[in-house]
């Protein structure tokens, strides 16, 4: 049973409450949008935690205490975008150091690494991260990073977390997990081994389509006091408003993470049993490579759904083209189910890279709403 101290507090109520307070001043109930840039002190050095609101704001510490809790973090850092909060991670790397990525990694993750950090001297090599052998050859010296994300995007691959950290510690390589698509109810990297996390808060953590965020969370204090520094140096930190929004969307992110599970597990059956379909990727799928891992470190298989069409990229295109309740857009994780087709969208900036998708290959991100409705508005775009 739960207990009333907040480390004992099952998920939900740790989504609610964790750093959130009643405001001790009014004692409202949300935490208020603090948009004061700057804290009276009483004498120099002497304030009440805040000064300057680059550093520290009320609204982002709230945010930053919540969601460090449900990763099971000591410490949380809240930034603009998931691309800030991995330009903080990569950015701890030096010219001539090397980080290994999986060879379906998000594309901005691909590109920061390859275009902008490559200019600055840092190498890398893309490796198919459910096999630890592969993983092990491409270690070498200068390696600092493995980048991992599970399940992957748009493949939906599995990478068994505990596995890449036992092959990447032994050489002493950091670990950084991804968690954007499982998000912290389905799956704890730092439990499983991790050094740092990272999420795009855009996608299942704001949950709304209305907010660009990012996040890091991790226990490890040097990791902690580097990335906190860069968090101020460089800037890159969050409105109030959107700290807002990201608090009042993960208040619900387990029962949105539960109808999103229970929609994608029914899409994913529907499609696999689709004359149009040729391949449909899903983790919870028995016949999918990474069942049983994601089975033993993810709650759930999550609510992203990915498909080959048996026309191919003709094919593709008109299916996407023709859902009326899955909207065609980029992006992922929010009440709205989206569908896209990654070759020329998400990952038109991998085209000729490894990175590069099947142009057949279609991604769903399933939405909250009624099933029903999901699986006729598939059946007439798969029929057109
Ligand atoms: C969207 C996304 C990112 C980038 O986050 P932004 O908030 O768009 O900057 C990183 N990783 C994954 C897996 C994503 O889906």
Not at 7 to 25: K, L, S
Not at 45 to 66: D, K
Not at 199 to 205: C, E, N, P, Q
Not at 336 to 351: D, F, K, N, R, Y
């Amino acid at each position: 049973m739960s207990g009333s101290s907040s480390e004992n507090w099952g998920f939900d109520t740790r989504a609610i409450h964790v750093g959130q307070e009643p405001d001790e001043a009014t004692g409202a109930i949300t935490v208020p949008i603090h948009l004061a840039t700057t804290f009276v002190q009483a004498a120099p050095g002497q304030h009440q935690g805040f000064e300057y609101a680059r550093t520290s704001n009320p609204t982002r510490v709230a945010l930053e205490r919540c969601v460090a809790g449900l990763e099971g973090a000591e410490h949380g850092m809240a930034f603009a975008s998931g691309m800030a909060a991995e330009d903080a991670v990569v950015g701890m790397m030096r010219p001539g150091d090397h980080v290994v990525l999986g060879t379906d990694a998000y594309g901005g993750t691909f590109r920061l690494i390859d275009r902008v950090y490559g200019e600055r001297g840092i190498e890398w090599s893309a490796v198919d991260l459910a096999d630890q052998d592969a993983l092990a050859a491409a270690i070498r010296p200068e390696t600092r990073q493995v980048w991992v994300e599970t399940p992957t995007n748009p493949m939906l691959a599995v990478v068994d977390i505990s596995a890449v950290a036992d092959v990447a510690h032994a050489s002493g390589v950091d670990v950084v997990v991804d968690n954007t698509f499982a998000t912290p109810y389905l799956q704890n990297p730092l439990e499983l081994g991790a050094d740092a996390v990272v999420h795009s808060s855009t996608k299942y953590l704001g949950g709304h389509s209305d907010v660009v965020g990012g996040f890091i969370a991790v226990n490890r204090e040097d990791l902690a006091e580097r990335l906190t520094f860069v968090q101020n140096a460089v800037g890159a930190v969050p409105s109030p408003f959107d700290c807002y929004l990201l608090l009042r969307g993960v208040k619900t992110l387990g029962v949105r993470m539960d109808r999103h599970c229970d929609n994608a597990q029914a899409v994913a059956e529907f499609l696999a049993g689709h004359p149009a379909i040729d391949r449909v990727l899903f983790p919870g799928l028995p016949d999918h490579p990474g069942f049983e891992v994601a089975a033993r470190q993810m709650r759930r298989p999550g609510g992203m759904v990915s498909f080959v069409h048996a026309g191919g990229e003709a094919a593709a295109v008109a299916a996407v083209s023709a859902t009326k309740v899955f909207r065609l857009a980029e992006s992922l994780g929010a009440v709205e189910s989206l569908i896209e087709q990654p070759s020329t969208m998400t990952h038109m900036s991998v085209a000729d890279s490894p990175l590069a998708v099947d142009p057949g290959l279609v991604r769903l991100s399933v939405g909250i709403e009624t099933i029903d409705d999901l699986l006729a508005d598939l059946e007439q775009a798969l029929s057109s």
